[in-house]
């Protein structure tokens, strides 16, 4: 599904009007009516809402749903945000409507229609948010605030049309003080703002809505951002056929694990194997090899001589790079600790092996010292940062990180040509041609020692089994997500382990297959 930004929205509204034809306040009325038809499916005639509406064609939908809501029998209250005289266009088309019919519409100008509206949502306690939409760009300050402040503290529901106000539609940046919605009803498309921290975090329950705007708008315009959704992950799942053997799933090699830190070679190793590949080989210090061999015992091993205690030598990369010849995909970094060691090794894995490479953890840790070595790879390369992470690659704060996620994937991914694995409550996938990929399943309780670990394997095993690395990458993104969704609706969030995540994946990846579990239809 395409995701888009406030511009990109603008311009396919556009397309609709001047090129097919499609008048503004149709498609004003089709949201609005997209609006309403949430609204009485959930709603019956006992409830009372209070709407509030901005000056622009947000405003102009909540117009449109105050209509639709009276004729059919609804009692509401209806307010405006400042000046009515400044209404335009469509917005004012649907306004006159209203006052035509009779419908009193309250003006919020000062500290008494503020009182007014305190009250009004005591009595009226369902409110519908139409304020700023995604056109908002500043801070939210004065009466507004205050307006969104008696919203937040006495509405019982809040229903935001497009995007909760206060919420930036392009980045989910807050803008002062946000609509804390239970449910956000969004129009055509999603918007970034929508689905990625911050602002994601007000949405509530996200509806995507029709409304009638002819697909060959949107495909007039070249849309990078796309959320991942069910579909696009059952296609990447590699079959399985009856006349086949280990060989046909794949090799894939790991580097991974280091003295103290075998859990992280265990978990990649298993969720590889979990996820399906054929053959496993992991590259690790013969001083722990006991531990990873007793854990996984499915994984070929691969012992070798180390310089320290658990750290491979660097006289074995001329191995490495020579097995992986035989291989489909290689790991590396789970565990492995930040070494010199690591260092040399990535280097000269980089610039010799020709096999897509997933680096994660300690793998990244030692590139951020010198990202130039990306640029001399022969392969595809998958990075898997979490905001720590990517603040050593990038030499960014976190905080500036976490506040334009999208842009900062994609600006790394373009500049260095590899693919951005961005995890987070809103993991982000950024490709070197651009494209971004936008994750919503997953949970706080994925936010535990090893998660990491098993995404990395995830993708690992998908690579292995023959999927190009983006697709890989998209696909096990979301399998993960949704295997810890799986797990805290049996678990609960607090005592999800990272193992519990190895133990749900082959369960998760059946429904998938077989299109059998519910939880696999929202998005």
Same mark, same amino acid.
């Given at each position: 599904?395409?995701?888009?930004?406030?511009?990109?929205?603008?311009?396919?509204?556009?397309?609709?009007?001047?090129?097919?034809?499609?008048?503004?306040?149709?498609?004003?009325?089709?949201?609005?009516?997209?609006?309403?038809?949430?609204?009485?499916?959930?709603?019956?005639?006992?409830?009372?809402?209070?709407?509030? /509406?901005?000056?622009?064609?947000?405003?102009?939908?909540?117009?449109?749903?105050?209509?639709?809501l009276h004729n059919k029998g609804y009692k509401l209250n209806i307010f405006v945000l400042g000046d009515k005289k400044a209404i335009k266009g469509d917005a004012l088309i649907n306004y006159e409507i209203l006052t035509k019919l009779g419908i009193g519409i309250k003006e919020i100008k000062n500290d008494d229609t503020l009182i007014q509206l305190k009250e009004s949502i005591i009595s009226y306690p369902i409110v519908i948010d139409a304020l700023f939409g995604t056109g908002l760009s500043k801070e939210v300050q004065g009466i507004s605030k205050k307006a969104i402040n008696i919203i937040n503290k006495y509405s019982k529901y809040t229903i935001s049309i497009d995007i909760p106000s206060g919420v930036g539609g392009n980045d989910g940046k807050i803008f002062g003080t946000p609509v804390e919605a239970n449910k956000t009803v969004t129009l055509c498309l999603p918007k970034c703002g929508n689905l990625v921290y911050p602002g994601a975090e007000y949405n509530g329950k996200l509806v995507i809505k029709d409304i009638g705007i002819p697909n060959e708008a949107i495909e007039d315009i070249e849309l990078k951002n796309n959320l991942i959704d069910i579909d696009i992950v059952r296609q990447g799942l590699p079959s399985r056929k009856k006349d086949t053997h280990k060989g046909s799933y794949g090799k894939a090699n790991i580097i991974a694990g280091s003295f103290g830190m075998t859990g992280a070679a265990i978990l990649a190793c298993k969720s590889a194997l979990r996820t399906g590949t054929g053959l496993l080989k992991l590259y690790v210090g013969e001083s722990i090899n006991h531990i990873v061999k007793t854990g996984v015992p499915e994984v070929i091993t691969v012992p070798l001589q180390e310089m320290r205690k658990g750290v491979i030598g660097i006289n074995h990369i001329e191995k490495i790079i020579k097995d992986s010849k035989e291989a489909n995909v290689l790991a590396i970094g789970p565990g492995c600790g930040n070494t010199s060691e690591l260092a040399?090794?990535?280097?000269?894995?980089?610039?010799?092996?020709?096999?897509?490479?997933?680096?994660?953890?300690?793998?990244?840790?030692?590139?951020?010292?010198?990202?130039?070595?990306?640029?001399?790879?022969?392969?595809?390369?998958?990075?898997?940062?979490?905001?720590?992470?990517?603040?050593?690659?990038?030499?960014?704060?976190?905080?500036?990180?976490?506040?334009?996620?999208?842009?900062?994937?994609?600006?790394?991914?373009?500049?260095?040509?590899?693919?951005?694995?961005?995890?987070?409550?809103?993991?982000?996938?950024?490709?070197?041609?651009?494209?971004?990929?936008?994750?919503?399943?997953?949970?706080?309780?994925?936010?535990?020692?090893?998660?990491?670990?098993?995404?990395?394997?995830?993708?690992?095993?998908?690579?292995?089994?023959? %999927?190009?690395?983006?697709?890989?990458?998209?696909?096990?993104?979301?399998?993960?997500? %949704?295997?810890?969704?799986?797990?805290?609706?049996?678990?609960?969030?607090?005592?999800? %382990?990272?193992?519990?995540?190895?133990?749900?994946?082959?369960?998760?990846?059946?429904?998938?297959?077989?299109?059998?579990?519910?939880? /696999?239809?929202?998005?």
């Open positions: 599904m395409k995701v888009v930004l406030n511009d990109e929205m603008r311009l396919i509204d556009k397309i609709s009007m001047e090129k097919y034809g499609v008048p503004g306040v149709v498609l004003m009325e089709n949201a609005g009516v997209s609006v309403v038809n949430e609204i009485i499916d959930n709603f019956n005639l006992d409830y009372k809402f209070t709407i509030v /509406c901005g000056k622009g064609n947000n405003g102009g939908d909540g117009f449109v749903v105050a209509r639709h040399e090794i990535i280097k000269q894995v980089l610039v010799k092996v020709d096999i897509p490479i997933v680096i994660d953890a300690d793998g990244l840790n030692v590139l951020s010292r010198d990202k130039e070595w990306f640029l001399e790879k022969k392969s595809k390369i998958v990075i898997t940062p979490h905001i720590g992470e990517m603040s050593r690659l990038t030499n960014m704060d976190i905080e500036e990180i976490r506040y334009d996620l999208i842009k900062v994937a994609k600006d790394f991914a373009i500049k260095w040509g590899v693919i951005v694995v961005l995890k987070g409550a809103s993991t982000i996938i950024a490709s070197p041609e651009g494209e971004i990929f936008i994750n919503v399943k997953g949970n706080p309780g994925m936010a535990t020692a090893g998660s990491g670990d098993v995404l990395t394997g995830i993708i690992t095993g998908l690579i292995a089994q023959g %999927l190009e690395p983006l697709k890989a990458a998209i696909t096990a993104v979301y399998v993960h997500g %949704l295997t810890g969704d799986k797990v805290a609706r049996d678990k609960g969030e607090y005592g999800l %382990l990272a193992g519990d995540l190895v133990e749900y994946l082959p369960y998760t990846i059946k429904d998938i297959v077989e299109d059998n579990d519910s939880i /696999c239809k929202t998005f």
